[in-house]
């Protein structure tokens, strides 16, 4: 059975973030894949990364919590990441997950000829949040510096190059049949990928 991990960073459980989290995680329970949700605010994820902590990843000693997401994302056919953005970037707990989590030697390593990225042959999918027009976003290359910065050029850096991304905007505007559409959305991207992998 193929594994479906599911990313997914908002402090609130009612929000329209977390709406489109449990519709991804609906659609992929019916469609049979072996589904985890790491929740990272239920979790209560230490996004931290420590001195001591950066000095035992070099010489092989990964904390427990750590290695445990490690072991996920290695056994992932179809990785989803579920977030708003914050500042421009990810919210802090998922940024720290990501510190903490695509450590040197498991995410990526240094060659002779520069960094190789280790996770190759994963899908990944994300469903962003932005509270902005995301044409006024595209107009102004800001949804191209997310891209770079939260997406491809992150993930493409550690091996994984078959990403679909997808910017939802206005979302304090919108009408709740705009949101129901979005959700729709989610849900035939997330059935198609998980079709593909
Ligand atoms: C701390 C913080 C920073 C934010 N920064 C941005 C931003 O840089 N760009 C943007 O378009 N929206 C920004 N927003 C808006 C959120 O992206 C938006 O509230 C969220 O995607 C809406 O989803 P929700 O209803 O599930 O919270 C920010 C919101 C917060 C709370």
Not at 74 to 91: E, H, K, N, R, S
Not at 107 to 116: D, H, L, M, R
Not at 118 to 138: D, P, S
Not at 168 to 177: A, E, K, R, Y
């Amino acid at each position: 059975m193929k594994l479906h991990l599911i990313i997914f960073a908002h402090p609130n459980s009612n929000s329209f973030t977390k709406a489109m989290a449990d519709t991804v995680m609906e659609v992929s329970q019916q469609f049979g894949a072996n589904t985890v949700v790491r929740n990272l605010y239920a979790l209560n994820f230490d996004p931290v990364l420590s001195y001591e902590e950066m000095q035992g990843v070099w010489q092989g000693i990964i904390p427990e919590e750590v290695s445990y997401e490690q072991k996920l994302i290695q056994q992932a056919d179809l990785i989803t990441m579920i977030y708003p953005v914050w500042w421009m970037g990810f919210p802090a707990i998922l940024k720290g997950y990501l510190d903490r989590v695509f450590t040197h030697g498991f995410a990526y390593q240094t060659g002779e000829n520069g960094s190789v990225g280790l996770l190759q042959g994963k899908k990944m999918q994300h469903f962003i949040n932005i509270g902005n027009n995301v044409e006024v976003y595209q107009a102004k290359g800001f949804a191209q510096a997310l891209d770079v910065c939260l997406v491809n050029g992150l993930f493409n850096y550690c091996g994984i190059t078959d990403i679909e991304h997808r910017l939802f905007g206005d979302l304090h505007i919108i009408s709740d049949q705009e949101r129901k559409a979005m959700l729709t959305e989610v849900a035939e991207k997330t059935l198609k990928n998980l079709t593909a992998v």
